[in-house]
């Protein structure tokens, strides 16, 4: 009997080692089980969870088990689809999302296994690659927008200052783009080289957090932010507080233990400014919407660079580098 059919896949059997860790592997071709499909990869996006996971930071919790093929943000064409899989049949162009609860990750592959309740379907308008970026990125500037800060993407509702930090990144800089669907004004902090780059995706005014003012996240107008889409790391809330209008929300998007700590104070002193840090959960309707509007020309995904997944390395390298700008995609 013939064995399985392989593919090449990038894995890594311990915490800690980054980059130089990744292994380049032959490895049986998954099979989808009955709610799920089989997807020949086409594009793959890198979130800095993936490389956080492998040093450990998630620990016990992720990996699930050891070895990982890590990444979660896939698009690609579906080869294969299980028993009960109703939506999708083979040459379907989608985007997926690969929860690393689930499916233990699997991005960093020739072919991967998606949850159809994790897949949407991928226009032709949407390139594979800017498909890939949307699953992790989109979603959480989706969330924290619509759920924590109360924007309609309709652009109804009184007007929300809005204040996007690390806009330039792979989180920031779909919320400073979805913010300006809805009836915002949007400052966004970034590096000095990044201004008009964040300028071009709507923001109202941007700061350079090296200079004093930026640094302090002072409104150039003067304004109080009503919520603060958090994607950068190392700001104490003395900073953000005293830009923060009366009921104002700082929501932290990679919410450590400190943040985790300020949380709980503030909500046991009643206090009405917050800090919500943010548990990003995945919905399928939510990534239609984005794809969606992808489509329609209203969102784009900026790419910083590509990777073959023979170098998958290279790019694993540069998102812990943290400079990126939009997202860092591999292709196999």
């Known amino acids: 009997m013939a064995g399985k059919p392989l593919m090449h896949a990038v894995q890594y059997n311990s915490y800690g080692g980054g980059a ?71 040459g379907d162009k989608v985007v997926a999302f690969l929860n690393y609860l689930v499916t233990n990750g699997g991005g960093l592959a020739e072919f991967a296994v998606a949850k159809e309740s994790s897949t949407v379907t991928r226009p032709p308008e949407v390139s594979a690659a800017e498909g890939s970026g949307l699953p992790v990125a989109g979603l959480t500037a989706h969330q924290a927008l619509t759920q924590s800060a109360g924007v309609k993407l309709d652009g109804s509702g009184q007007q929300k200052n809005i204040l996007v930090t690390a806009a330039s990144g792979g989180v920031g800089h779909y919320a400073v783009q979805l913010a300006k669907l809805g009836n915002t004004h949007v400052t966004a902090s970034c590096g000095a080289r990044n201004i008009e780059f964040v300028k071009s995706l709507g923001a109202d005014e941007v700061l350079d957090y090296k200079t004093p003012d930026g640094a302090a996240l002072k409104s150039p107008s003067g304004r109080k932010y009503d919520a603060v889409i958090h994607c950068a790391t190392g700001i104490p809330w003395s900073t953000f507080e005293p830009n923060l209008g009366t009921n104002g929300k700082v929501i932290d998007i990679t919410p450590g233990p400190s943040a985790m700590l300020t949380f709980a104070l503030k909500k046991l002193t009643f206090s009405k400014k917050q800090l919500v840090p943010l548990l990003l959960i995945p919905k399928r309707e939510n990534l239609d919407f984005l794809v969606k509007l992808v489509k329609e020309g209203k969102l784009k995904t900026v790419i910083n660079s590509k990777h073959p997944l023979s170098k998958a390395e290279d790019a694993w390298a540069e998102s812990i580098d943290g400079h990126a700008t939009g997202k860092i995609i591999v292709e196999p």
């Open 20 to 90: 130089a860790d990744l292994k380049h592997d032959e490895l049986p071709v998954p099979t989808p089980s009955k709610d799920e499909v089989l997807l020949k990869l086409e594009a793959t996006a890198l979130n800095p969870v993936d490389w956080k996971i492998q040093k450990g930071q998630l620990r016990p919790f992720l990996p699930r088990k050891f070895p990982c093929i890590p990444a979660t943000d896939v698009a690609g064409e579906v080869v294969g689809v299980g028993s009960e899989v109703k939506i999708f049949k083979a």
